[in-house]
């Protein structure tokens, strides 16, 4: 069983900065070098969608209204993975969930934490 706890979300003005953190509580070790990671948000009235993803092989990908402003990133030891969002607007407010997914022996495993509330205003 996996259980994912986000942090950092909150009030920023247009323009500034914020580091998301998804904390994995789990028996497996490096959890990340095992699963494929993600950054998903979801604003009000909207359907959720993918921002970011790093696969268990490091390899990053983003979706083209973040690209050059927002940075995946795992560190493999504290069983943490971040994102990294810079130059903030207002249509990156949302509630922002991490998920851990991976298929293996045919069974699909997949986990979300909780969510964590960014808002963008002056």
């Known amino acids: 069983q996996v259980q994912l706890v986000e942090s950092g979300g909150g009030l920023v003005q247009p323009g500034g900065s914020l580091r998301l953190s998804c904390e994995a509580s789990?028996?497996?070790?490096?959890?990340?070098?095992?699963?494929?990671g993600a950054w998903y948000r979801q604003a009000p009235g909207k359907q959720r969608e993918l921002v970011a993803i790093i696969t268990k092989r490091g390899s990053t990908n983003y979706t083209d209204s973040v690209k050059g402003r927002f940075i995946i990133s795992r560190d493999n030891a504290q069983n943490t993975m971040y994102l990294q969002m810079n130059s903030l607007t207002s249509e990156d407010t949302a509630v922002y969930y991490c998920?851990?997914?991976?298929?293996?022996?045919?069974?699909?495993?997949?986990?979300w934490g909780q969510g964590t509330q960014v808002t963008v205003s002056s």
């Open positions: 789990s028996r497996i070790v490096s959890i990340f070098s095992i699963y494929d």
């Open positions: 998920n851990l997914e991976r298929t293996w022996m045919g069974r699909k495993y997949d986990y």
